[in-house]
């Protein structure tokens, strides 16, 4: 199992960038959405032990959730959720984003524990995907 390390800096303060993944209005609109999908859940319950779905409708693969359970919730450093893709995997792994303070807004750390090998080379470019949309969310 692999531990992947991703980073993206935000022209946006800590708060408002470790809050859209907590809304479900606007995590729907880039927590593991596709391009050519169409996010048809989007339900978070923003508490420690409080879970969230995501299921992304794509034209290749029909509906895909995405579910997992909140661990740590301490605003605005850090939020680290269990993560699974019942479809494709029954087991879980862990996701932590950690949010510092940058020049001119922040950094956001994600670190994705007990990545199985045969996911290994396409979760980092999973997380990029998201990470640049969550951008372009909170303009």
Same mark, same amino acid.
């Given at each position: 199992m692999a531990e992947i390390v991703v980073r993206h800096r935000y022209a946006h303060p800590p708060e408002t960038v470790f809050d859209a993944w907590l809304d479900p209005k606007t995590a729907g609109r880039f927590a593991f959405a596709t391009p050519d999908g169409e996010m048809? #859940?989007?339900? #978070? =319950? @923003?508490? #420690? $032990?409080?879970?969230?779905?995501?299921? =992304?409708?794509?034209? =290749?693969? $029909?509906?895909?959730?995405?579910? $997992? @359970?909140?661990?740590?919730? =301490?605003?605005?450093?850090?939020?680290?959720?269990?993560f699974a893709v019942p479809q494709f995997d029954p087991g879980s792994t862990r996701v932590t984003l950690d949010f510092a303070a940058a020049a001119g807004g922040c950094e956001l750390t994600l670190t994705h524990e007990g990545v199985p090998p045969e996911y290994q080379d396409q979760t980092p470019k999973g997380w990029e995907m998201i990470l640049a949309a969550l951008e372009r969310v909170v303009l």
């Open positions: 048809i #859940v989007a339900e #978070v =319950d @923003a508490r #420690v $032990g409080g879970r969230f779905t995501f299921t =992304d409708r794509r034209p =290749d693969m $029909g509906a895909v959730a995405h579910v $997992g @359970a909140y661990e740590v919730i =301490d605003r605005p450093r850090r939020l680290v959720f269990t």
